[in-house]
């Protein structure tokens, strides 16, 4: 099992950074991915970035360009580089965890209980 525990919101003013970090403890061994979502009020939940133990990144469209994912696989340490942010950024951003399980299982994935980025205009 894995625990993850995010850190790094807060409120910002539109156009300035934040650095998100999500601290994974337990047994990693069978990591594949780790994710960032955010979810806005009223809105659904979405996937922000994604990054592979191997370094491999995905981004969602709106975020290309000004937010940057990277992991530190000594110290178990994603972050979620913010640059360049806007109000529309403002949600709740949660990490998310994908691990190898047994054949007929698949995937396990966990979740932290997530960090507030508020972006004022």
């Known amino acids: 099992q894995m625990q993850l525990q995010e850190s790094g919101g807060g409120l910002v003013q539109s156009g300035g950074s934040l650095r998100l970090t999500c601290a994974v403890s337990?047994?990693?061994?069978?990591?594949?991915?780790t994710y960032w979502y955010r979810q806005a009020p009223g809105k659904e939940r979405e996937e922000v970035a994604s990054?592979?133990?191997?370094?491999?990144?995905t981004y969602v469209d709106s975020v290309k360009g000004r937010f940057t994912i990277s992991r530190d696989n000594i110290k178990n340490t994603v972050f979620l580089q913010m640059n360049s942010l806007k109000p529309e950024d403002t949600a709740d951003y949660y990490c998310?965890?994908?691990?190898?399980?047994?054949?007929?299982?698949?995937?396990?994935?966990?979740w932290g209980q997530g960090t507030q980025v508020t972006v004022s205009s």
């Open positions: 998310n965890a994908v691990e190898r399980g047994p054949p007929l299982i698949g995937t396990y994935e966990y």
């Open positions: 337990g047994y990693t061994a069978n990591l594949i991915a």
């Open positions: 990054i592979t133990t191997s370094g491999r990144a």
